[in-house]
């Protein structure tokens, strides 16, 4: 393909400003969206998702582990038809899947739902969402490509693409559900239809960026390319692991949130109409939860082709330097997110759920206890990269599964006690990540002796976060006591930013290095270090 690769920093920076955009965009599909909802509105969103989730790993969550790791060391060894032929294979393999999920996801729509939230009314939410398993697993094939090629623009182009079309097409239809019919579950039928209209838009694009580039393509002399079957043997080798233990982490997913409505509705006495609507309270805590995902899940994906390219070449210093870049960046954004998460979970909650006041305090207590695990949960991304790069497919697996097992006897013990109910599962998620990041860190430091310890590298990052929250927080409650707004949050957000920031360069944690490798900063980045503002390590 005819194109300049990446370096780490600029393959990481793109995905990173397009997953920025993705979620503002999100926010604005998802604020009004859970304010018009309402708790049980969003619970059968949510019970849609979960399905899907299961569903679509079969065909995604092994698909850009697989295709980007061959294509990457195809590359490494100069073998561009080599490349192309496993992107073929891998596409005509997965798109099966993505069809088979979509097919009972819509045809069987009413037994999932009765089978994992004990009603039918959610099974109009999952057929609207049927379709996007298909789309999905097709367009995860052609990003696991590009990746490959350490060109994240494609990728980064097509995510901002469907957030697009779901926000227009989704809201307008939810809306229209809503004013009709009034009731919740077709409010987020169509909320659900508009995703997968945008998942549609977004593999369109992907699709014709890669026509355009195999056209423009230059081969040289090369050995003959594996045979079909040689090649697919390879896909399925870092595959099926990543899809077995995938499907069985969704799969213990699903079993968590039964196992969470069962125990509501049993031991804790709760009724099913509140248990639902403490699910959706839940399920907003997790998406807020998920907000850093923009920063952290660039780094993972960026990581995979490079470690992967350096380790095939037998380049020690290279493995080295992208395994130290990845963990570092990881923590240098993960501490003050959780941190944040943690300190303002009131006033997000407010604001993003600025029509229904009377669910502020107990998402907000959701999210509060889940926070520190964004900590775990990012350096478990960049990890299970880093595994799989090394070609230790199943080692990650193992050890998410090992830690989900854990979160399901947290949710069983913890969600039975009235005291306690939803916010037992709210616990298991940090929880959880610990026991993960620890087995994952224990299973790299046997393949990989270089890499650095997480203590060692999240020192300098933790004081910066630390001086962050001594400023930050005592903005917010001015800012709250001059104007009581919810909007006080975003100033306070600016703040914290800012003054993490100049904390991250003035302690170190932000060296001269990591700034002079993100794209179009380099001679800003020179300047700096000559009035030794930045330091050279």
């Excluded at 060894?77 to 097919?103: Q, T």
């Excluded at 975003?490 to 302690?507: G, S």
């Amino acid at each position: 393909m005819a194109q300049r690769s990446q370096s780490f920093f600029q393959g990481a920076a793109v995905l990173t400003a397009a997953t920025f955009i993705v979620k503002f965009i999100n926010i604005f599909f998802s604020l009004p969206l859970a304010n018009s909802l309402g708790s049980e509105g969003m619970g059968h969103f949510y019970t849609a998702y979960d399905i899907f989730i299961f569903f679509s790993v079969l065909g995604t969550s092994g698909t850009p582990v697989a295709i980007s790791r061959l294509v990457s060391v195809a590359y490494a060894r100069g073998r561009k038809r080599e490349a192309d032929k496993i992107f073929r294979v891998a596409f005509l393999l997965f798109s099966g899947i993505g069809l088979f999920g979509s097919l009972v996801m819509f045809f069987f729509a009413r037994s999932l739902s009765q089978l994992f939230v004990q009603t039918d009314r959610s099974m109009y939410a999952i057929m609207a969402l049927a379709p996007m398993s298909l789309f999905m697993c097709m367009s995860s094939c052609l990003r696991g490509y590009f990746q490959g090629r350490s060109n994240m623009t494609p990728t980064a182009v097509s995510q901002v693409i469907e957030s697009l079309i779901k926000l227009a097409i989704g809201l307008g239809l939810a809306g229209w559900f809503m004013q009709t019919t009034g009731l919740p579950e077709f409010g987020a039928a169509g909320a659900i239809t508009g995703v997968s209209v945008g998942a549609v838009f977004a593999f369109a694009y992907i699709a014709v960026k890669y026509f355009q580039a195999i056209r423009t393509e230059r081969y040289e002399e090369e050995a003959a390319v594996s045979s079909t079957k040689h090649i697919l043997q390879s896909i399925l080798t870092f595959a099926i692991p990543v899809i077995v233990g995938s499907s069985f982490l969704s799969l213990l997913d699903l079993v968590d949130a039964a196992v969470m409505m069962d125990r509501l509705q049993g031991a804790a006495g709760i009724e099913a109409s509140a248990a639902v609507a403490l699910k959706g309270q839940l399920g907003n805590a997790r998406k807020y939860f998920d907000l850093p995902n923009s920063v952290i899940v660039p780094i993972s994906i960026t990581v995979l082709p490079q470690l992967a390219a350096a380790l095939t070449k037998r380049d020690r210093a290279a493995t080295r330097h992208v395994a130290r870049t990845a963990l570092h960046m990881t923590v240098l954004f993960a501490l003050p997110c959780a941190a944040g998460l943690c300190a303002f979970a009131k006033p997000i909650c407010r604001l993003f759920l600025y029509n229904q006041p009377g669910e502020v305090e107990s998402t907000a207590s959701l999210l509060a206890i889940m926070a520190p695990g964004v900590v775990f949960a990012s350096l478990l991304y960049t990890t299970n990269a880093m595994l799989q790069a090394a070609g230790k497919v199943y080692r990650p697996i193992i050890n998410m599964c090992v830690g989900t097992v854990v979160r399901i006897a947290v949710v069983y013990v913890l969600c039975g006690v009235p005291q306690i109910n939803a916010a037992g599962s709210a616990l298991s998620t940090p929880f959880s990540y610990f026991v993960m990041i620890l087995l994952n860190m224990e299973a790299l430091h046997r393949v990989m002796p270089e890499t650095p310890g997480i203590c060692r590298l999240s020192l300098r990052p933790l004081l910066a976060t630390a001086i962050m929250l001594a400023v930050s927080v005592p903005a917010q409650m001015l800012f709250s006591h001059l104007s009581g707004s919810i909007l006080t949050v975003l100033p306070t957000v600016l703040v914290a930013v800012a003054v993490y920031a100049v904390a991250a360069v003035k302690t170190g944690a932000l060296g001269y290095e990591e700034i002079l490798q993100l794209p179009k900063v380099a001679l800003i980045a020179r300047v700096l270090q000559k009035a030794h503002v930045l330091r050279v390590r």
